[in-house]
């Protein structure tokens, strides 16, 4: 029961936090593509850690990065705005490079591919 309450809640905050970053922060060193990978609320709602995925070059990631981590204070009162929760969680972002790993992995099995192909004919 407690497993499918912090589901939603965890769902429910990635939600929220999404169109907080897509429509709410102005900030114009962030020109990059984010996206929310995971969200995982400790049980007491006190801390919630979002994974965030940045497409872009090292720079564009470092800057965003950046202006997310800097922007957590507004992010967190509009969740406690928009989702009404005991305590409203202290964010904490974390980079997550798990999408460029999989395109990474995606690219050398086509590699791989190719060769055998090659090789057949």
């Not at 497993?3 to 809640?9: A, D, L, N, P």
């Not at 897509?22 to 994974?51: C, E, F, G, H």
């Not at 967190?76 to 790993?101: A, C, K, Q």
Request: hydrophobic fraction near 35%.
């Amino acid at each position: 029961m407690a497993k499918h309450r912090s589901g939603r809640i965890n769902e429910e905050v990635r939600k929220e936090v999404s169109s907080i970053i897509q429509y709410d922060i102005k900030d114009p060193r962030m020109n990059a593509m984010v996206s929310i990978t995971k969200v995982n609320v400790t049980k007491d709602l006190r801390y919630a850690k979002i994974y965030v995925s940045i497409f872009g070059d090292d720079t564009e990631k470092k800057n965003t990065l950046e202006v997310l981590k800097n922007s957590s204070g507004f992010i967190r009162r509009e969740i406690g705005h928009r989702i009404n929760l005991r305590y409203t969680p202290e964010i904490i972002f974390e980079l997550d490079n798990s999408i460029e790993h999989g395109m990474h992995i995606d690219a050398i099995l086509a590699q791989i591919k190719e060769r055998e192909h090659d090789d057949n004919e």
